[in-house]
């Protein structure tokens, strides 16, 4: 193990439909390095796209086992980034939202996870539809990058804002990123 207690975990979150998987992977591209896919999309193309709050405790769960593996992957390369597309703060979010409840296991695990960077996606792209997309509406979107904004501001792990579009986006993130680390 290289480098576990310099490694930067960089979390990339946001409403659905704002770049997050496509940014993870331009930004594990420009950096060198592999970034943690996000679950739910895995598990919902597997199981459909019909879903209830105990599955939203599965997901989460998933989530983490395939952090951990990254982490893993990562601490044996040459890199201190790993990219992370989604955390138990999305998972907190999901199931507030549709659930007006959240499992305790999403909140303990939020309290122990440590990371150093979040990037919150701004809904400046337009909403694209696909399957398992469930809030094209604006008001929607507005809601949820409030509350995300909301969580972002009420923790200390550092973070910024990322919008724009095509390259744009990814050159700002990077920029965010290059500051918070040096």
């Known amino acids: 193990m290289n480098n576990l207690q310099s490694l930067k975990k960089i979390v990339v979150l946001g409403p659905e439909s704002t770049g997050k998987s496509t940014l993870c992977a331009q930004?594990?591209?420009?950096?060198?390095?592999?970034?943690?896919?996000?679950?739910?999309?895995?598990?919902?193309?597997?199981?459909?796209?019909?879903?209830?709050?105990?599955?939203?405790?599965t997901i989460a769960k998933g989530q983490l086992d395939l952090e951990e593996e990254a982490i893993k992957k990562v601490a044996v390369s040459n890199n201190n980034k790993l990219i992370?597309?989604?955390?138990?703060?999305?998972?907190?979010?999901?199931?507030?939202?549709?659930f007006n409840n959240c499992h305790p296991f999403i909140l303990e695990q939020i309290n122990h996870r440590q990371y150093d960077f979040y990037l919150l996606c701004n809904i400046d792209l337009q909403w694209t539809a696909d399957e398992m997309r469930e809030y094209p509406d604006e008001k929607p979107r507005q809601e949820l990058l409030s509350i995300y904004?909301?969580?972002?501001?009420?923790?200390?792990?550092?973070?910024?804002?990322?919008?724009?579009q095509g390259d744009t986006r990814l050159r700002n993130a990077i920029q965010l990123i290059d500051t918070a680390f040096p």
């Open 27 to 57: 930004l594990a591209k420009h950096y060198d390095t592999i970034y943690c896919e996000e679950y739910a999309r895995t598990y919902l193309s597997k199981e459909g796209t019909k879903y209830n709050y105990e599955n939203l405790l």
């Open 84 to 98: 992370i597309d989604t955390d138990m703060y999305v998972m907190k979010v999901w199931c507030e939202y549709v």
């Open 149 to 164: 904004k909301d969580i972002l501001i009420n923790q200390n792990t550092p973070w910024g804002l990322v919008g724009g």
